[in-house]
Antibody, heavy 120, light 110 residues
Framework: QVQLVQSGAEVKKPGASVKVSCKAS????????LHWVRQAPGQGLEWMGW????????NYAQKFQGRVTMTRDTSISTANMELSRLKSDDTALYYC?????????????WGQGTLVTVSS | QSVLTQPPSASGTPGQRVTISCFGS????????VNWFRQLPGTTPKLLIY???QRPSGVPDRISGSKSGTSASLAISGLQSEDEADYSC???????????FGGGTKLTVL
């Protein structure tokens, strides 16, 4: 069955970078766009961007441009999201999500989430 | 502040029909389709509705979506205790060139 399994929780200091991985199983990673969405404590969902795992082409939310980098390694069915220059308000649960049909936003499978805590 | 606006809370009694609204603008809901997600406490989001009215397989037909102009609604009929969750709308925004979400509506089954 389709699964997205993310890397474990991280604690970082302000100014540092964090890299979260998302390993796909049960389907071919390159067949579907992969999105990253975050949720700060008690807040709503916030879209960060997508990567086309087939081509490596990315599209980042304006808010994160210059700070986020999304990559993939199809040989190990894994997508990664790196966020740099971390601030305290980057503390959130970070999700990867598969988009079933490109452009439709029908995120049908989600990773379990990775808690990133930014604290001095 | 979320780009799409939802009421923070809604409630209903078992068996009742409730609706949750989502307000946007011409650059998002006004020109693109709306999706809805449900998030049970402590769990990951689940897709409920896509392209305004479509239900993924496994989503019961007592859950429906609609859109008019720059707003959208999610309706749940025959309310059950297991419907108690957070509900969020989403749409593509042409100006931001990205997906935007509502702040979420917490549904309480009384």
């Amino acid at each position: 069955q389709v699964q997205l399994v993310q890397s474990g929780a991280e604690v970082k200091k302000p100014g540092a970078s964090v890299k979260v991985s998302c390993k796909a199983s049960g389907y071919t990673l390159s067949g579907y766009y992969l999105h990253w969405v975050r949720q700060a404590p008690g807040q709503g969902l916030e879209w960060m961007g997508w990567i086309n795992p087939n081509s490596g082409v990315t599209n980042y939310a304006q808010k994160f441009q210059g700070r986020v980098t999304m990559t993939r390694d199809t040989s190990i069915s894994t997508a990664n999201m790196e966020l740099s220059r971390l601030k305290s308000d980057d503390t959130a649960l970070y999700y990867c999500a598969r988009e079933k049909s490109s452009g439709y936003g029908n995120f049908d499978y989600w990773g379990q989430g990775t808690l990133v805590t930014v604290s001095s | 502040q979320s780009v799409l606006t939802q009421p923070p809370s809604a409630s209903g009694t078992p068996g009742q029909r409730v609706t949750i609204s989502c307000f946007g603008s011409s650059s998002n809901i006004g020109s693109n389709a709306v999706n809805w997600f449900r998030q049970l406490p402590g769990t990951t989001p689940k897709l409920l509705i896509y392209t305004n009215i479509q239900r993924p397989s496994g989503v019961p037909d007592r859950i429906s979506g609609s859109k008019s102009g720059t707003s959208a609604s999610l309706a749940i009929s025959g309310l059950q205790s297991e419907d108690e969750a957070d509900y969020s709308c989403a749409a593509w925004d042409d100006s931001l060139n990205g997906w935007v979400f509502g702040g979420g509506t917490k549904l309480t089954v009384l």
